[in-house]
């Protein structure tokens, strides 16, 4: 059997100094040889993997034969977001991690085969037969332009309100361009425009228009996928100091608003040194976008080992491929002031004691610090949600549940609030873990419930 296919990579000393895309595509051939690896399997534990379902084996049969575009058809059934999906979604945990292949080689490698079709084709627009009914959709992220689609598709006009100036939540400002090139990003946005959906940015809905208004204009139903924006902080001395920020506005300033740019409206302070504190994602994002800016020593600092980190394998390689240094086993303790400006910080030097609810080793204080030389901090512990839409909708009488922490609470099956006709799916919810492929789905099941009970009106 052929080996795993490997898409080439840009030189790490290279590529630390560019947003350019880390990765390239598949080729053709290489995409043929991947998709021959494919066992077919008569119970493909990969779609079970996949948390939209897209049917795996059927579109990589499709590479195999030459069919790109069939191959694109398949996916589209399912997933409207493949050249996304394909390059942020941990694969590794999902559709390839339950890959019979993967028992005893190496998994297909489904992500690199899916962006490869998504970025090889396009939407076919069929007949919409209009319903006459009326959708509005609150966020332009994963959760909100899923359901707008299947919407859609079912002939529903759905309005789209975005709080930014530019389309895609979270995709956009939260995700930087050397993992997901805009360019792909718009594609995707531009065939929701070509099916119909109308998209008004600038709009904050709790603000600038409440659920309740939306409801009086004549909205038959509505889903609210506002993300988690609110960020988590550590709660020590010292964070309010010139020079911390949270991992979304520092990631918001650079992808969104090219805070890094010369003769920006909106700069950004690039000191010497930087420390990010947590182990996901989004800390390898800010790590790996603050060695491109300027950065001369770059730390990801987390609590655990290395074992712990949440993280995606590929993003943790990429990282310390481009020379971010990692700190093990530190929790924050204290951030120094001199003359309201971050002088470094005093770390606790953590062991790892019992399992935690989470099933992961707690740390446990060993009584010691350190400091570290610093001259930046970026938080990224996480994110609520934005309490703005839930508090409009308690002021307006709305019954909304939600609970301790801000989260709407809602129907697993089908994204149901306790507010009539009102939806919610994504990072607003809590619904587990918050990846890009996980709010497609919660989506996916408020939109068929939307058309379930749009049909009965």
């Known amino acids: ?170 995709l956009r400002y939260g995700i930087p361009p050397f993992r997901l090139p805009r360019t792909f990003l718009d594609k995707e946005i531009k065939n929701l425009k070509d099916m119909g959906v109308k998209f008004i940015t600038n709009v904050v809905v709790g603000k600038s228009i409440t659920i309740k208004q939306l409801e009086e204009d004549g909205f038959d139903a509505i889903v609210i996928g506002s993300g988690a924006g609110l960020p988590k902080m550590m709660g020590i001395a010292g964070e309010n100091l010139n020079g911390v ?23 950004i302070r690039v000191g010497e040194k930087v420390a990010i504190i947590g182990g996901g994602n989004v800390a390898m994002d800010a790590a790996r976008v603050a060695v491109r800016i300027g950065f001369k020593e770059v730390y990801i600092v987390y609590r655990r080992t290395e074992t712990e980190l949440p993280a995606r394998l590929e993003e943790i390689r990429h990282a310390k491929e481009e020379g971010v240094i990692f700190k093990f086993l530190h929790a924050p303790k204290e951030i120094y002031n001199k003359d309201g400006y971050v002088a470094g910080m005093q770390f606790e ?76 799916g994504g990072d607003v919810a809590p619904t587990g873990s918050s990846t890009a492929i996980n709010a497609m789905g919660a989506g996916k099941r408020a939109a068929k419930a939307i058309n379930e009970y749009l049909e009965t009106i």
């Open 1 to 170: 059997m052929a080996v795993r296919q490997r898409q080439h990579e840009q030189d790490p000393m290279i590529r630390r100094t560019n947003f350019d895309a880390v990765e390239s595509n598949l080729t053709d051939e290489q995409a043929k040889i991947e998709a021959s690896r494919c066992l077919n399997c008569k119970n493909p534990k990969c779609v079970d993997g996949c948390p939209v379902n897209i049917n795996i084996p059927a579109f990589i049969k499709e590479i195999k034969e030459g069919n790109i575009e069939k191959a694109g058809e398949v996916i589209r059934e399912s997933s409207l977001l493949p050249s996304v999906c394909g390059r942020v979604c941990p694969q590794e945990r999902q559709c390839e991690g339950k890959c019979i292949l993967g028992i005893k080689s190496e998994p297909i490698a489904i992500g690199a085969l899916e962006r490869y079709v998504g970025d090889a084709t396009n939407i076919k627009i069929g007949e919409i037969k209009e319903t006459g009914k009326k959708v509005a959709i609150v966020g332009s992220g994963c959760a909100g332009i899923t359901a707008a689609a299947d919407l859609r598709k079912a002939g529903h006009e759905v309005v789209v309100f975005e709080a930014l100036h530019k389309l895609g939540g979270v």
């Open 349 to 424: 030097i953590m062991e790892l004691g019992e399992p935690d609810e989470s099933g992961r080793r707690k740390p446990v204080s060993t009584g010691k610090t350190v400091d570290l030389d610093v001259d930046t901090v970026i938080v990224a512990l996480g994110t609520g949600p934005n309490p703005t839409i839930q508090a409009s909708m308690l002021r307006d009488n709305m019954k909304l549940e939600t609970n301790p922490k801000g989260y709407i609470i809602i129907d697993a099956e089908t994204g149901a609030t306790s507010v009539d006709k009102v939806y919610a």
């Open 245 to 267: 920020f949270s991992a979304n506005e520092f990631l918001t300033r650079v992808n969104l608003m090219q805070a890094n740019m010369e003769e920006t409206p909106t700069p």
